[in-house]
């Protein structure tokens, strides 16, 4: 954190369950992969008309890229900076598998974990006055999902070390909704969801 900031916010998130919070433009928010390759499903709202939320295709279309890291922003669908990256020590972070579903697991693999990233959104946007319908693509953060030349992708083993962190800067009045991954299933988790850390803090207005 730095040093001329007020620490407003640091909680660990129990593996496989969601958190959200509203940021002031210009707070920061820091995500810890605490014990490694734990994706981090990831949504933001514009606090005050969450009519306008994150959108991957402009995300990939404006930046000309499928992965976000370092100087990433995230686009809403009114092509307008929500959120930026400040700093990242893993980077190739995910915008394009979107999150698990007990539906889509059934159909992947024949079963389901006790819990899915829909549900978690779900429950955590309702706190908010949002439901079902404003569960939008995601960002996975340190989720890998490399693209062969033949166009086939699948979910690989992550890259993120134990302490790894992304720091994001909120470019407007934002609210943040994330699920820590359940999915025990596939490579998301290294097959073993693990708790985060996720810490809010506000510089001093001299130091924005």
């Given at each position: 954190m730095?040093?001329?900031?007020?620490?407003?916010?640091?909680?660990?998130?129990?593996?496989?369950?969601p958190w959200s919070r509203r940021l002031e433009e210009g707070d920061r928010l820091r995500l810890v992969d605490?014990?490694?390759?734990q994706a981090i499903d990831f949504l933001c709202y514009n606090a005050d008309d969450p009519?306008?939320?994150?959108?991957?295709?402009?995300?990939?279309k404006l930046q000309r890229q499928i992965y976000l890291g370092k100087?990433?922003?995230?686009?809403?669908?009114r092509a307008r900076r929500m959120m930026t990256i400040i700093d990242d020590t893993c980077g190739g972070h995910d915008t394009i598998f979107?999150?698990?579903?007990?539906?889509?697991?059934?159909?992947?693999?024949?079963?389901t974990n006790p819990r899915c990233c829909q549900q978690n959104f779900e429950e955590e946007l309702a706190r908010h006055g949002l439901g079902?319908?404003?569960?939008?693509?995601?960002?996975?953060?340190?989720?890998?999902?490399?693209?062969?030349?033949?166009?086939?992708?699948?979910?690989?083993?992550?890259?993120?070390k134990p302490g790894d962190h992304v720091?994001?800067?909120?470019?407007?009045?934002?609210?943040?909704v994330l699920s820590n991954c359940p999915e025990a299933l596939n490579p998301a988790t290294g097959l073993r969801p693990t708790p985060i850390q996720v810490t809010v803090y506000r510089p001093t207005e001299s130091s924005r």
């Open positions: 730095m040093a001329d900031a007020t620490l407003l916010e640091d909680t660990t998130v129990p593996a496989g369950h605490l014990e490694g390759q009519e306008e939320r994150y959108h991957a295709p402009n995300t990939m100087g990433s922003s995230l686009w809403s669908v979107g999150c698990c579903s007990f539906a889509l697991d059934e159909v992947r693999y024949g079963q079902p319908r404003d569960v939008v693509p995601n960002v996975n953060f340190f989720m890998r999902v490399p693209v062969a030349e033949d166009g086939q992708v699948a979910i690989v083993d992550g890259l993120s720091d994001l800067r909120a470019d407007m009045d934002v609210l943040v």
